[in-house]
């Protein structure tokens, strides 16, 4: 069955530090999908980057950056120069392809403060 | 482009009542999913919903029930309701099957059940 597991529950940073939040994921399939989402004190999740198993280029968005690396199961999340703003729980999520389109299953998330 | 409505904000109820919850999904979207968020168990999926069909389904008992209708609003339903039952719910939508899909999500109904 699939898992995402987040180990890191709380991170707490000075503004403009570097900042790595962990994903490591467990799945049998071969093709599957993983994500990042965003969710601010306002309660909505925010999508943040979509990735499937067959693309393991690293992606990086102005201060995001994404390390996917199959071999080690774990898509890492980076936010490079941290902001205020970027406070917000973090979650990875994974979905399955090769069983059914199978639901999003969501790490239990990664609790990011950033201090002025 | 509004994003995804969920009706009410907060709601507050007793044990055994039972309580609807409402989610207009973007213009567009066929797909809704319903999670249930709390501090010990996370996001954990209730149910999919896609062209007013149930698609997937979580490990949640009978008291949690879904429908979708023709204009792809949803609703989901708890009846009997349970101390545990206090959480966060969140509906979200997307284009096509939520597996794939980026996923827009709602702000929540907080649910608590006294």
């Known amino acids: 069955a699939q898992k995402v597991t987040q180990a890191q529950t709380e991170i707490s940073v000075v503004e403009k530090e570097d900042v790595t939040l962990d994903c490591v994921y467990e799945t049998r399939d071969t093709t599957y999908y993983l994500f990042w989402y965003k969710q601010p004190p306002s309660g909505e999740l925010v999508f943040l980057i979509r990735r499937n198993s067959f693309d393991e280029q690293n992606e990086i968005s102005g201060r995001y950056s994404w390390n996917f690396q199959k071999s080690t199961s774990s898509f890492n999340f980076t936010i490079t120069a941290s902001q205020v703003v970027d406070s917000a729980v973090y979650f990875c999520?994974?979905?399955?392809?090769?069983?059914?389109?199978?639901?999003?299953?969501f790490g239990k998330g990664t609790r990011l403060s950033v201090i002025a | 482009k509004a994003g995804v409505t969920q009706t009410p904000r907060y709601l507050i109820k007793t044990r055994g009542q039972q309580v609807t919850l409402s989610c207009s999904p973007i213009?567009?979207?066929?797909?809704v999913s319903w999670y249930q968020q709390t501090p010990g168990q996370g996001l954990q999926f209730l149910f999919e919903?896609?062209?007013?069909?149930?698609?997937n389904k979580g490990n949640f008992p009978g008291r949690f029930s879904g429908r979708q209708f023709s204009n792809s609003r949803s609703e989901m339903n708890v009846s009997t309701l349970e101390l545990g039952d206090s959480a966060l719910y969140l509906c979200?939508?997307?284009?096509?099957?939520?597996?794939?899909?980026?996923?827009?999500f709602g702000s929540g109904t907080q649910l608590s059940v006294l």
């Open positions: 979200a939508s997307s284009r096509d099957t939520a597996s794939n899909e980026k996923l827009f």
């Open positions: 213009s567009g979207h066929r797909s």
């Open positions: 919903y896609f062209s007013e069909t149930q698609r």
């Open positions: 999520a994974l979905s399955e392809k090769n069983s059914g389109n199978t639901p999003l299953v």
